[in-house]
């Protein structure tokens, strides 16, 4: 029974047995911890359309902490020799990809002056600090030391991410799991200093060109090099989306977190995740 005053209206018969009182036991909103996510947005201005760049920004980082929890768990699967079960997981992976690469037509909607308005407000603020896309980058192996140095004031996530360094990244996790599959891959591949960024191995490259010559004998393997050809093809959309929204929101000025803005992003598009996928193509 509801303790206050008001004469409460009879629910409508198509409800049957809805529960209506959850004084007493878990609702929606306690599950999903509502009252905090829907209490994150503080805007820092009176301006309309600072909560859209708010959202679009909280939403990308919950989809990537969602990537990350799939993306470790594809690592550890992979690790164990357990390859056909990574494959949903990393379809799942790639889905998550497909829906940050989409939303950037809801944040295209800002105009330069909308931005303008609140802009200053944001500060040194910036996406070039967001731990979990640096946590991301090096788990597809784009290791880079010096993405610890804006987090030495939060010593937990510089650790991690320093953890998060020194790791196996996906890659190198299939590559070892070539190598017990009995393709020859360099020892000096497999012995390399995982904080290094990925860089090309002529071993590697032959190793794929055998398991794309024989799909059927290396199914796992060459499902794996399919998905992650997915994957980078889809980190390649949303970096250009990334890049070609905000050249039509700030155009070239710099940007908050300090770098040359428009520019650096497009030096960032030449990134490669898995060379000797990319190059194997141009060997068949
Ligand atoms: C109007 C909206 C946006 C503008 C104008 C913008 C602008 C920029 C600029 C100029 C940079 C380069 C670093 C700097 O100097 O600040 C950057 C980096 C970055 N932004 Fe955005 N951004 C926007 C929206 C977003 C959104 C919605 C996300 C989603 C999380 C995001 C994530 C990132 C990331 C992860 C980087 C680092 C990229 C890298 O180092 O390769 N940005 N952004």
Known sequence: MCPCPYMHPAPPQQWHDAQLDFAESMSYGDYLGLDKVL??????????????????????ELWMKLLLHELRHARQLID???????HRVLARVLRIMEQMVSSWSILATLSPMEFISFRSDLGQASGFQSYQYREIEFMFGNKN???LLPHQHTPQI?????????SPSLYDVIIQQMAR??????????DADPSEPTRSDAS????WVQVYQQPER????????????DIEDAFRQWRFRHVTVV???IGFKKGTGGTEGVEYLRKMLGTVLFPELWSLRSSL
């Open 39 to 60: 209490d994150a947005q503080a805007p820092r201005s009176q301006q309309h359309n600072e909560m859209l760049f708010i959202i679009q920004h909280q939403a990308s």
């Open 80 to 86: 164990h020799g357990q390859l056909g079960g990574s």
């Open 145 to 147: 030391r010096a993405m």
């Open 158 to 166: 510089a650790r991690n991410l320093e953890r998060c360094l020194h």
């Open 181 to 190: 599959q009995g393709l020859p891959i360099a020892a000096l591949r497999l």
């Open 204 to 207: 590697v490259e032959a190793a």
């Open 218 to 229: 290396y199914w796992d393997l060459y499902q794996l090099g399919e998905k992650l050809m």
């Open 247 to 249: 050249e039509r929101v």
